[in-house]
């Protein structure tokens, strides 16, 4: 019998865990406790494995596998962002997978105080507080730093690179409706997010010229998450290359989308 695609003791070094993709060893490594919190508790609630994120991938309308990829974050043709189940929620968390269920990166909430923990878990009142996000890759390195400053009223985002560069911001247009985002980099429109149906489910990304380049769908989460938790999974299907900050904005939709939209609804 095959062994499932998931993170094992390292045989060179049993402080490390290693990616096992179901065929082979792949060379991303992980410290030993990181991966415990980042990706095999996630399993013991109902996690992703390869079937389940293959189904998500169908889902989303991809029947057969996208060509391309270099196996980064930043080059995938499909990520698939699945939101941690939690029974008590007090902070958001996601894995991000390749089309081929290989662990691209994870995102941690960072900087919430006690009490931020406290009024997240038994309160609805998740716009009143400040979200950072770190996208960290397979080793824990930050790749992007996503902010979402606490609002009553139109969300904007924050993009940064993992060094704290800024990138550009991700600007709610409107309230009622089909809602819109804008991306804007260095003081220019570098394209925008526009959801397909008011749910806010389906959204098309688009560059500066208003032509879609990659798109996200909301994917079914599965009954035993929708009965226990308020997981949320994503799909973001890349249609073609496109060049940073688009590319770095697209990234950071997958997680912004459910931060800006999902969490103010629960």
């Known amino acids: 019998m ?4 998931g993170w094992y003791p390292d045989n060179a070094d049993p402080r490390y865990v290693r ?24 399993m013991q609630v109902g996690g992703t494995g390869q079937d389940r994120v293959a189904h998500q991938v ?28 939690k029974l008590i929620e007090m902070s958001n968390s996601y894995v991000i997978y390749d089309q081929h269920a290989r662990h691209l990166a994870t995102v941690e909430q960072v900087g919430q105080s006690g009490a931020a923990k406290a ?3 038994f309160t609805k009142m998740d716009a009143v507080l400040d979200v950072r996000l770190e996208i960290r ?5 930050p790749l992007l730093r996503v902010t979402r400053p606490a609002t009553m009223w139109k969300s904007k985002v924050l993009v940064e690179r993992g060094d704290g560069m800024p990138i550009g911001e991700i600007i709610q247009e409107n309230v ?20 397909e149906n008011w749910r806010a489910w389906n959204f098309s990304l688009q560059d500066h010229t208003g032509t879609e380049v990659a798109r996200i769908t909301k994917t079914w989460q599965g009954l035993g998450k929708a009965m226990f938790s308020t997981a949320d999974n994503y799909v973001v299907q890349f249609h073609r290359q496109v060049p ?17 939209l999902s969490q103010n609804q629960g």
């Open 2 to 5: 095959n062994t499932a695609p």
């Open 19 to 42: 990616w096992w993709d179901g065929n082979q060893w792949t060379h991303h490594l992980q410290p030993r406790r990181q991966q415990t919190d980042a990706h095999h508790l996630e």
């Open 58 to 85: 169908q889902r989303a309308g991809i029947a057969q596998p996208v060509r391309g990829g270099g196996g980064s974050l930043f080059t995938e043709p499909v990520l698939v962002v699945n939101q941690k189940a």
């Open 119 to 121: 009024l997240r878990a």
């Open 137 to 141: 890759d397979v080793h824990g390195h």
């Open 176 to 195: 009622f409706g089909k809602v819109r985002f804008s991306y804007v980099c260095g003081g220019m429109k570098a394209g925008g997010i526009h959801a």
């Open 244 to 260: 940073d900050p688009l590319l770095s904005m697209i990234v950071a939709s997958g997680v912004t989308v459910d931060t800006v």
